[in-house]
């Protein structure tokens, strides 16, 4: 079973920047594409980055162009956030896409002035 914790997340200023790192306990995280999700209050859980086990990245139009997904070989993934908004304020998870595992606890992203 793949696990995964969801860390670096916190209080940034519009226009600020913070990297995102997921580390998954499993066995076949290389094999598997992966995605960051977000759920902001009163939304749904929502993928906003995704990247193939090959290493091609995709994008919600949201973020596109401010965020950048990667993953290295040791099971972790990275979401790397830039020009950052109040709009990008919400807890961030980690998951396969489609996601088949429970969820991590995620990680708070809070946008603030």
């Known amino acids: 079973q793949e696990q995964f914790v969801e860390t670096g997340g916190g209080l940034v200023q519009p226009g600020g920047s913070l990297t995102l790192s997921c580390a998954a306990s499993?066995?076949?995280?290389?094999?598997?594409?992966m995605g960051w999700y977000r759920q902001a209050p009163g939304k749904q859980r929502a993928l906003v980055a995704g990247i193939h086990s090959d290493g091609r990245p995709y994008y919600a139009n949201s973020v596109k162009d401010r965020f950048t997904i990667s993953r290295d070989n040791d099971r972790t993934a990275y979401l790397e956030m830039k020009s950052l908004n109040t709009e990008d304020t919400a807890v961030y998870y980690c998951?396969?896409?489609?996601?088949?595992?429970?969820w991590g606890p995620g990680t708070q992203v809070t946008v603030s002035s």
């Open positions: 998951n396969t896409d489609p996601h088949d595992w429970p």
């Open positions: 499993g066995s076949r995280f290389r094999f598997i594409d």
